[in-house]
């Protein structure tokens, strides 16, 4: 067997920094393993950190100018030379024994295509206490992800990796490519082309298993620790998920609701207790996602 990890960034050379740095303090499995990072389109430093972690690392750079997170990862896929491909992000320390639990998950169960495995959060400054009060609420906004503790099959429903931490065998990877209708473009874009491609697989008759060893923390900066960045993150579902055209309200009606929605948000607020404005909130930020998706 042969391993790819791959990574894709953009304009986060000091966090990629730190992801590579920890990435090269993991147990290497007994498997030959690559190291593919697509740069797409980084006027930062990130040539300079890429440069200078080849020395440490089975490193290939790739660069892929179209902005997207799937033209990206499609990029990724194209180049690897892995018989599996392991996927992870810039923001994302690996635990050291990483590489080695998704080898021990392939040996164990070798008809399997899709694996993951929990995500976990790793704060910059410690959580106010409105956020940990709904903490199990809104989890999914900071990527993490936990399945608990012992293996278990995947779904393709609820039971799905999320994408800083899934491993893919390559030749089920390659029949289905990224949508570049989905995934992040810069600051916008939308959100779960990582999700689909894995739903599309399990549903379509792959296997897969949940591997709790294979533990990933990911980066919160301290500016996501704010009511704001959870409105920007739940209006960017709601222009993701939007229902299809035929489906969707009219926009005065989408329009009323949207107010509703908001000013029962803006009443909750004044109680200070995040438990009963979080609802209202989640309702207000999904109705501005879709009436922005409405209005392009």
């Known amino acids: 067997m042969r391993l790819t990890v791959a990574i894709c960034t953009w304009n986060r050379a000091s ?5 590579l740095d920890r990435l090269g303090q993991a147990r290497s499995p007994s498997a030959a393993w690559e190291l593919i990072v697509v740069d797409n389109g980084s006027t930062d430093g990130t040539a300079a950190v890429l440069e200078r972690f080849a020395r440490r690392l089975p490193l290939r750079v790739v660069a892929e100018p179209r902005l997207g997170l799937s033209r990206a990862r499609n990029a990724a896929v194209a180049a690897a030379t892995g018989d599996y491909i392991l996927w992870t992000d810039d923001d994302v320390l690996v635990d050291e ?10 040996a164990r169960w070798p008809d399997a295509a899709v694996f993951g495995g929990p995500i976990r959060p790793e704060f910059e400054a410690p959580p106010p206490a409105w956020l940990l009060d709904v903490w199990d609420d809104v989890a999914d906004a900071f990527a993490v992800r936990d399945l608990g503790t012992e293996p278990l099959a995947l779904d393709g429903e609820g039971k799905t990796p999320y994408g800083a931490n899934y491993l893919v065998r390559t030749r089920e990877q390659r029949r289905i490519p990224y949508d570049p209708a989905l995934g992040r473009k810069g600051h916008g874009g939308r959100l779960g082309e990582e999700t689909a491609l894995i739903r599309a697989l399990l549903q379509g008759g792959a296997t897969g298993w949940w591997v709790p060893e294979a533990v990933v923390n990911h980066w919160v900066p301290r500016s996501r620790l704010r009511v704001s960045y959870l409105r920007g993150y739940f209006a960017l579902v709601g222009r993701t998920y939007a229902g299809s ?21 803006r009443v909750a607020r004044l109680s200070g207790d995040a438990r009963q404005w979080l609802g209202p909130m989640i309702e207000a930020s999904l109705l501005w996602g879709r009436l922005r998706r409405d209005a392009r």
Do not use: D, Q
């Open 97 to 106: 024994r990483w590489l080695l639990a998704y080898e021990a998950a392939v």
């Open 15 to 19: 966090l990629l920094a730190r992801a």
């Open 245 to 265: 055209p035929a489906g969707r309200p009219r926009r005065a009606t989408l329009i009323r609701e949207l107010l509703r929605a908001e000013c029962a948000y």
